[in-house]
């Protein structure tokens, strides 16, 4: 086994298992799909659990693009989600359709339906429920077969038990239907699906097995434990780990489908080198997550999008803070965290820490600019705090009686001129007027601070984020130039408080913030991204690696990466204050210059791009599994491999700690940018280095030998 610190000090070396956008050969020639059909297994399929949801939903297009009518997403049927996600329609596919009938009058309860999103992909959803009378039976089987024992409390195992035995009998029966030996593919994403891949392996099923971790079990759990998670990776007793969370059952299904799969892929260089530790296995090729960059792209018109949904955050603020709008809401900066309430794995824990001394060096430098921090993190509610609600009622009536004073007063000014008189600005507001207006003015006083919470929380004296707020202090007093809200809820574009979806909120915010310490790969980052929002990021996120790999200067870009892989939590929070500090000083063109380079990224993060390393992952395993049938020639990558985002022609638009690299206020200098930045020329720069990822070039053949890798990286060698 390696040293530790060597692979997490060493250069990423580009080889099959970097995600390298390199514009190498293309393919020989097409991929012959025809014969092959594809299976891809996740229980996130049709069913909102996690952030693979995401993954599946998202790549189900370009998939579906790709196979046509041989591709099959297999999950869990769960009611209360087919009868808003999923369309059920009889097979089309004759072999399937015998296959499905079997396995319905053998005891089992299967399901064909279109699932309504885009690309409409086919899906086959097994009811795990319905056969339970078969779990005992189906458990005593993996204890003979892999020595695994699935304790009978843990339910989501048990369900995983279920799903895999159901899973290789449908690959079993589609195999033994078909009248021709098939070329099948199946892709199982995480543990809860990994049992089908082991038992496809060992029932020697003529199938092309890949497995994908999105993240290993026992990292997630060990991060949750506040462990020196990197640093001490070589160290772990992993057996003993998984056994004292009582996860051992789990882990090693997980560790089974790893070893068993004929091709391994993880979602980032950071869960790969997690992986190689913890699984015992070295991934065979990294498979960012991507997103459908055309559902979040405005085109020509995210900065109209971004003002127009400024604009109704600002409402929602006005509301919040009525009695205390003491600072300037055109000098106010919208910065927001969300996700999984994990307040140390997704860093709110250093990114309270880096808000309280933000603010004192806004208070000490006399800043006039006002930070308003957004805390989006769901948790135990019991309702809406009823002060927050007052806020918005009070702003509301507000705006009612400013309505009608305004109206009166139109009426007098239009019968002023009417009559051919100048009006008499004196008589325009009479005293009923200022009467109205007086009211309204008592009825903002407020006697206590703005909430912290817009929620009543369950556990508000045992509450992570409340409590880190009570020992920093920031409590949203007038003196204090940032301000925290805490909206322990998802966002809804129905809730009578901050109505907006989420896209929505995103694109209205100024700066995403995402310190984590565990995120395999970061999607909140990366809808920033693609939406042109700045956002911080770190070192230690599968997003954060991506960028810094492909941006020369990801700063200049809007993607700040903090790093928390050689640096102390003390010195990465002072490092997020300083680029926190650093954005909060620039002038507002500066900001529109930032977020159309980073807008000018999302390609980079489109499934039309990144999609192509999952199709080389399918190519790999048919070529592993049929090796008479299907050729696999991977090519070195060059000295040249893997281009990098130049740092911009113009200035940065952030200001830097060590140099001047942004202009100062003064008119003449900004006029001098002016000259110097031109918008078209950089994006057709940008545009120019935007290329093909590398994607080896595959062929048919009818009696061949797979060829091997001369690197080191080996794809013939069958991990079982």
Same mark, same amino acid.
């Given at each position: 086994?390696?040293?530790?610190?060597?692979?997490?000090?060493?250069?990423?070396?580009?080889?099959?298992?970097?995600?390298?956008?390199?514009?190498?050969?293309?393919?020989?020639?097409?991929?012959?799909?025809? *014969?092959?059909?594809?299976?891809?297994?996740?229980?996130?399929?049709?069913?909102?659990?996690?952030?693979?949801?995401?993954?599946?939903?998202?790549?189900?297009?370009?998939?579906?693009? &790709?196979?046509?009518?041989?591709?099959?997403?297999?999950?869990?049927?769960?009611?209360?989600?087919?009868?808003?996600?999923?369309?059920?329609?009889?097979?089309?596919?004759?072999?399937?359709?015998?296959?499905?009938?079997?396995?319905?009058?053998?005891?089992?309860?299967?399901?064909?339906?279109?699932?309504?999103?885009?690309?409409?992909?086919?899906?086959?959803?097994?009811?795990?429920?319905? %056969?339970?009378?078969?779990?005992?039976?189906?458990?005593?089987?993996?204890?003979?077969?892999?020595?695994?024992?699935?304790?009978?409390?843990?339910?989501?195992?048990?369900?995983?038990?279920?799903?895999?035995?159901? %899973?290789?009998?449908?690959?079993?029966?589609?195999?033994?239907?078909?009248?021709?030996?098939?070329?099948?593919?199946?892709?199982?994403?995480?543990?809860?699906?990994?049992?089908?891949?082991?038992?496809?392996?060992?029932?020697?099923?003529?199938?092309?097995?890949?497995?994908?971790?999105?993240?290993?079990?026992?990292?997630?759990?060990?991060?949750?434990?506040?462990?020196?998670?990197?640093?001490?990776?070589?160290?772990?007793?992993?057996?003993?780990?998984?056994?004292?969370?009582?996860?051992?059952?789990?882990?090693?299904? &997980?560790?089974?489908?790893?070893?068993?799969?004929?091709?391994?892929?993880?979602?980032?260089?950071?869960?790969?080198?997690?992986?190689?530790?913890?699984?015992?296995?070295?991934?065979?090729?990294?498979?960012?997550?991507?997103?459908?960059?055309?559902?979040?792209?405005?085109?020509?018109?995210?900065?109209?999008?971004?003002?127009?949904?400024?604009?109704?955050?600002?409402?929602?603020?006005?509301?919040?803070?009525?009695?205390?709008?003491?600072?300037?809401?055109?000098?106010?900066?919208?910065?927001?965290?969300?996700?999984?309430?994990?307040?140390?794995?997704?860093?709110?824990?250093?990114?309270?820490?880096?808000?309280?001394?933000?603010?004192?060096?806004?208070?000490?430098?006399?800043?006039?600019? %006002?930070?308003?921090?957004?805390?989006?993190?769901?948790?135990?509610?019991?309702?809406?705090?009823?002060?927050?609600?007052?806020?918005?009622?009070?702003?509301?009536?507000?705006?009612?009686?400013?309505?009608?004073?305004?109206?009166?007063?139109?009426?007098?000014?239009?019968?002023?001129?009417?009559?051919?008189?100048?009006?008499?600005?004196?008589?325009?507001?009479?005293?009923?007027?200022?009467?109205?207006?007086?009211?309204?003015?008592?009825?903002?006083?407020?006697?206590?601070?703005?909430?912290?919470?817009?929620?009543?929380?369950?556990?508000?004296?045992? *509450?992570?984020?409340?409590?880190?707020?009570?020992?920093? @202090?920031?409590?949203?007093?007038?003196?204090?130039?940032?301000?925290?809200?805490?909206?322990?809820?998802?966002?809804?574009?129905?809730?009578?408080?901050?109505?907006?979806?989420?896209?929505?909120?995103?694109?209205?915010?100024?700066?995403?913030?995402?310190?984590?310490? =565990?995120?395999?790969?970061? =999607?909140?980052?990366?809808?920033?991204?693609?939406?042109?929002?700045?956002?911080?990021?770190?070192?230690?996120?599968?997003?954060?690696?991506?960028?810094?790999?492909?941006?020369?200067?990801?700063?200049?870009?809007?993607?700040?990466?903090?790093?928390?892989?050689?640096?102390?939590?003390?010195?990465?929070?002072?490092?997020?204050?300083?680029?926190?500090?650093?954005?909060?000083?620039?002038?507002?063109?500066?900001?529109?210059?930032?977020?159309?380079?980073?807008?000018?990224?999302?390609?980079?993060? *489109?499934?039309?791009?990144?999609?192509?390393? =999952?199709?080389?992952?399918?190519?790999?395993?048919?070529?592993?599994?049929?090796?008479?049938?299907?050729?696999?020639?991977?090519?070195?990558?060059?000295?040249?491999? @893997?281009?990098?985002?130049?740092?911009?022609?113009?200035?940065?638009?952030?200001?830097?700690?060590?140099?001047?690299?942004?202009?100062?206020?003064?008119?003449?200098?900004?006029? &001098?940018?002016?000259?110097?930045?031109?918008?078209?020329?950089?994006?057709?720069?940008?545009?120019?280095?935007?290329?093909?990822?590398?994607?080896?070039?595959?062929?048919?053949?009818?009696?061949?030998?797979? @060829?091997?890798?001369?690197? @080191? *990286?080996?794809? %013939?060698?069958?991990?079982?």
């Amino acid at each position: 086994m390696c040293d530790l610190d060597t692979t997490l000090s060493m250069p990423l070396a580009r080889s099959l298992s970097v995600t390298s956008l390199s514009g190498l050969e293309e393919w020989d020639e097409e991929f012959d799909l025809e *014969d092959a059909v594809l299976f891809e297994i996740a229980w996130e399929v049709a069913n909102k659990v996690g952030g693979i949801y995401t993954v599946i939903q998202t790549k189900a297009r370009l998939t579906s693009e &790709e196979w046509g009518e041989n591709y099959f997403l297999v999950g869990p049927y769960v009611e209360s989600n087919v009868r808003t996600q999923v369309e059920l329609i009889e097979p089309t596919n004759p072999v399937l359709k015998k296959t499905i009938d079997k396995m319905n009058s053998s005891g089992c309860k299967v399901y064909f339906g279109r699932w309504l999103i885009e690309g409409s992909p086919y899906v086959i959803l097994i009811d795990v429920a319905f %056969t339970a009378w078969s779990l005992d039976r189906w458990k005593s089987e993996l204890w003979d077969l892999c020595d695994i024992g699935v304790p009978w409390f843990d339910r989501e195992a048990n369900d995983a038990v279920l799903f895999g035995f159901l %899973t290789v009998w449908l690959l079993g029966e589609y195999a033994a239907q078909s009248e021709e030996p098939p070329h099948i593919v199946a892709h199982f994403h995480e543990w809860l699906a990994g049992l089908g891949l082991v038992l496809c392996r060992h029932r020697q099923l003529p199938v092309a097995t890949i497995f994908t971790t999105h993240a290993t079990l026992l990292g997630r759990y060990l991060c949750a434990g506040n462990v020196d998670f990197y640093n001490k990776l070589a160290e772990f007793n992993v057996d003993k780990e998984a056994g004292d969370r009582q996860i051992y059952h789990r882990y090693c299904l &997980e560790r089974a489908a790893a070893h068993c799969a004929h091709i391994f892929t993880t979602v980032s260089q950071i869960t790969a080198i997690e992986a190689e530790f913890l699984l015992k296995r070295k991934p065979d090729i990294i498979t960012p997550n991507g997103l459908n960059v055309k559902k979040f792209s405005a085109v020509h018109e995210f900065q109209n999008l971004h003002a127009q949904s400024k604009n109704r955050i600002q409402e929602f603020v006005r509301g919040h803070f009525y009695g205390h709008l003491d600072f300037n809401l055109d000098k106010c900066l919208f910065l927001f965290i969300a996700g999984r309430y994990e307040f140390s794995n997704k860093g709110a824990d250093v990114f309270l820490e880096a808000l309280a001394r933000l603010n004192y060096l806004l208070r000490v430098n006399h800043s006039d600019v %006002t930070v308003i921090a957004f805390f989006i993190m769901p948790a135990r509610t019991n309702n809406f705090n009823v002060e927050t609600l007052k806020g918005q009622a009070v702003r509301k009536q507000l705006w009612d009686t400013a309505q009608t004073v305004k109206e009166r007063f139109g009426k007098k000014l239009y019968e002023s001129l009417l009559v051919g008189q100048l009006p008499d600005i004196s008589k325009m507001l009479d005293k009923e007027d200022f009467t109205i207006m007086k009211r309204a003015i008592f009825a903002t006083q407020r006697h206590c601070q703005p909430p912290i919470c817009t929620h009543n929380m369950l556990e508000d004296s045992s *509450d992570p984020i409340l409590n880190c707020v009570r020992r920093i @202090g920031l409590f949203n007093s007038s003196a204090d130039r940032v301000k925290i809200i805490f909206h322990p809820e998802f966002l809804s574009s129905t809730s009578p408080l901050l109505p907006m979806d989420y896209e929505e909120f995103v694109r209205g915010c100024h700066l995403g913030v995402f310190p984590s310490y =565990y995120e395999p790969w970061g =999607y909140t980052p990366a809808e920033c991204t693609v939406m042109g929002i700045p956002s911080v990021s770190t070192n230690l996120s599968g997003f954060g690696c991506f960028m810094e790999e492909h941006i020369a200067d990801p700063s200049a870009y809007g993607i700040y990466i903090m790093d928390r892989r050689f640096r102390g939590v003390d010195e990465s929070c002072n490092q997020l204050t300083s680029f926190l500090f650093q954005f909060c000083k620039q002038s507002r063109r500066q900001r529109i210059i930032q977020r159309n380079r980073t807008e000018r990224l999302s390609d980079l993060l *489109d499934w039309r791009y990144l999609g192509r390393f =999952y199709i080389s992952a399918r190519h790999m395993a048919l070529a592993k599994a049929f090796p008479d049938t299907f050729l696999y020639e991977p090519h070195e990558p060059s000295s040249t491999s @893997g281009f990098r985002y130049p740092r911009p022609a113009s200035v940065p638009p952030s200001p830097s700690l060590s140099r001047h690299s942004s202009p100062h206020h003064s008119e003449g200098e900004d006029n &001098e940018e002016d000259e110097r930045y031109d918008e078209d020329l950089e994006a057709e720069k940008d545009r120019v280095n935007i290329r093909q990822p590398y994607a080896p070039p595959f062929k048919n053949k009818t009696s061949a030998v797979l @060829g091997a890798n001369e690197n @080191g *990286d080996s794809v %013939t060698s069958d991990k079982n």
